[in-house]
């Protein structure tokens, strides 16, 4: 009954959810950790007790031995392999994005409608979060009235070296984006950017976006990967008779030095800890009783058709209107 | 030594300046109440001990027993009435807008600029909030390092019958627009409005707007009259190092019925009754010294330079850029 | 009409007091800065605009061109400057606490009675702050239910060189007794005393209390002289169905360098400024209305008396039952 | 390798951690859900999926397929049940308290040094809380220098029908008692109880404990089970260089109806559900390591010495002085 799972990826966010899934998930077995990096596949079964170390994640999907993928490889990998994981017939957990191209997000749903089985979640964890739940909650029971404006805020302490603008909208975006359509239960119609600077900003700079949902909505989203001051995601959502802040976990305050202080975390490991043990239970709940949670692939390309349509709007600095495909009724 | 005064205009806004400067502002008599409405004028004389009661404005503004003028009447006779102040070679302090029209601003500079002297001080109180203050004095600290956008919220409970969408740009809009250029001490490259509902959006709907300055900052502001749950008006300005919130006074938390609660009030007197008061005594003081203080009639153009552009980029759908005149000398 | 007023004392109190009176109190005067050393009444006057300097505090108070007297005085003056002023029939707002001797607060209270206005109020002006007002607002509205206990914390930054525990009691915590009796419409009944450390207490140890009245609340005091952090009060009123807290004016919050922060000052006045105007306003209207506001003799004295008790209670190690006189009916 | 639970316990308790158990620890297997009533038993299995159910305790914890035992009998039984699990050297978590009674608490002791492991683990889950843990860490980090004083506040929303004050002391305050302990590193000394009304209180009236610790703190703790509002536990560590408090997991801020709002759970669960989910992780861990956790039986011990002497303190008005058994070096 035990769930024997594949770990493909060992990087920050494939150790991540090996040490998850061996602290705080019943129900599952870490049958293989695969990486290319045999050292870093070995360090992580030493600490989470994983059965084996592997190199070639094909053939971990195919192994008989696996019931269950996560996928944590480098972005260009995660079609790929999800495609691989519906041909094996075996239900997977892709980190976001579910691919940077909108097209190779469009052959994971057809081959996922032609094998016929709702077999792919997208790591959107937000969606996990108890955060995002209770705002979207306090938005089911009515209090708010209809849902106006989604106010989204991303930073990130500093951005990698090589970092420039459009990564803000097709890396880091596509968790706001996922939660903004989850939380409004919507889809989007059209995306505008604007940059401090410009067409002169710096490749540091933040990267601000307006985008416009098919019923009517705003979702106003700042992407800021150089903050300076910590790991902060924020959000207001603003119905028609009142709002909603999404609240950030804090476990202590203190008085020091003339000062009252709270703490934010390097990355965002802390404020979404819960989220990612949340999705992962989710995810493995969801397998055992056949009914799928969280991002489908749909979801998935739907979050990577706005992105791709962000950075078409930073270069051109016009509003881009969004041409999806029919939503396949599969994912209805 | 007492500066003595003639108050125009007895709404609720001239109602309000008459209290604070009987109750709270050193130095100052009231030596008139000017309203078409004379009932109105004599309920407001008998509650703050004003001298007088008058109807007629352009003689209260020419009487030889006021020296300083106070304009709280309906927005289109800001600038006449002002233009009257000049040519008396009285100090006053408008109300916000100097005028809804850009041109007109332009004749009162022109007025003052030919009269010589710095007469006109425009009702932008804000730049005298604490919290605006505290938080400008943290960008001056350099702790923020460069600004980089201001985040900004204007919220009322609910607006009037006849309430239209632009009207959240000329209207309310302006202190944002004022508080904006002050804090960032910049002037505005152009503006885009965006709308909930886009152009199908209902009166009552909010109005957002990315306001692009001239040396790159961006200020995202939510104008909405119709937020259903209180005044409230917030903002956060983002550095390249770290960010600043403006916080409003609450002066107590109540835990009841399972719930924590501090209460937002219905209108805009106790989040800004010490901007007002401050203003005023500032504004006093200004005249007893000679060294103006707040926002001059310049800023009083710019502002609502803006906000005509804001109102044709609601309807056009596009960004609108600036046009202003050049910043005459007289206001460097 | 302007109320012509006798400052005695220019040290920190006094001056912060003149240049309340100075700056934001209209229909009052300077008319003396009074004190020993002449030095500072010059710089308190100058800075204020007051019209003389003068070193006797009584012929101050006893000059035909002095109408009130605001007494900030050493402790120990207070009581026979307060004599003087009864003696003279002039109104006065004497700093806390009215003396440090509950019998030389008797002896004021007869002079008042005999004199036979109402002529004494005590500078306890967190009667006036706009939180503390609040708080009793919620009470008085019945939210809250019949209150049961109120918590209090006074922190200070750090005491003077010669501080001794007892000091936290008689100096300091006069404030919080007042504040309490006024919260909660009642008197005391007995008081215990604790300190970190016990008998073997640090003289920068804090001092924490148990004062119950005689309709049964409890008041628990934490007076802490060396805080270390900040200048900080607090409190929570703890009710049947309900608490509310005190909350101190915060400007603005700020995110640097991996925190969240807002600041503390260095001393009382930011915390009270508000507390402070509001009590001076109101004193001034008190003695053109001739209805008494704020703390009266009565008051003075029995905060005196329960830091009598207070002091007794932390050298004996028992709880100290209060005998006060019959309150006279004067006072009712 | 998994570890098999015996559940002694159908009730809110038991409900909670055999939820907590099946969903949320890996590692671990649900052997028996006992309980006299059945069909709470057998409710309890249904929706965890627990192996069996059983009615005799003593059978289920010597059931050779049982490896641990958890404990959330009524309080009476704790002891015995205790003892029986180490008589039959199988480790335990036993709900607070260990046992009402001290002699008792000595007797597991006893039982457990002689059988020369150590078994026992008490359910005092705020050793594992995010924000005692926190606070914990910003003392040891000597930011706050030597703590001084600890603040508690302990409320429920309302008592049982046939509650009385002393249980307030013996039911509600252990936990705070051991947070206490374990938080400052120490004992207790003495403990002096107040509560409003004094020798009249209402039984429903709370208690305000101060306790002294033999290092010289003080322990100010409040539990009021009847507070009305909601669940709510508080605290402050007071340092002689800065405090810190306790901060309750909070996931969302509403702006509605001229109110700010968040909201309070009715009972402990949604406050310490990562505290338990914490302390069952870290026991089901200790067990494989065979390095104890958490509260041992020495800790319970403790906890019953102090809440047996606040009862006698509330009884008799007076501070009364602990008289512990001296420390095994058992539980050095």
Known sequence: MT??????????????????????????????????????ARNIADTTGAANIAADAIAVINHKSVDAVVIAAPDQFHAPLTLACIAAGKPVLCEKPLSPSSQEC?????????????LVQVGFMRRFDPSYVEVKNILKSGALGKALMLHCFHRNVAAPANFEGFMAISNSAPHEFDAARWMLDTDFK?????????????????????????????????????????YDVRGELVGEKGTAFLNAPVNAVAN?????????????????????????????KSIQSGNPT????????????????????????STVHLDPIAKPKFYD
Not at 295 to 313: F, I, M, Q
């Open 3 to 40: 769930l024997r799972l594949g770990m493909i990826g060992a990087g920050i966010m494939g150790a991540d959810h090996a040490r998850i899934f061996s602290e705080q998930i019943p129900g599952v077995s870490l049958q293989f950790i695969c990486d290319a990096d045999q050292t870093r």
């Open 106 to 118: 469009i052959n994971v749903m057809d081959a996922e409608i032609k094998q016929g089985q709702h």
């Open 294 to 317: 969280g991002s489908n692939a749909w979801d998935g390309y739907c979050a990577t058709l706005v992105a791709e349509a962000g950075v078409k709007a930073l270069y051109s600095g």
């Open 256 to 284: 020091l030095a003339l000062k009252q202080v709270t703490t934010y975390a390097e990355d965002w490991r802390p404020r979404f800890a819960e989220a990612y043990r949340m999705q992962n239970l989710a995810w493995v």
């Open 190 to 230: 059209s995306i505008s950017v604007f940059r401090p600077g410009g067409v002169n900003a710096s490749p540091s700079a933040p990267v601000f976006m307006v985008v416009e949902t098919i019923t009517g909505q705003l979702v106003n989203i700042e992407v800021n990967n150089n903050a300076g001051y910590g």
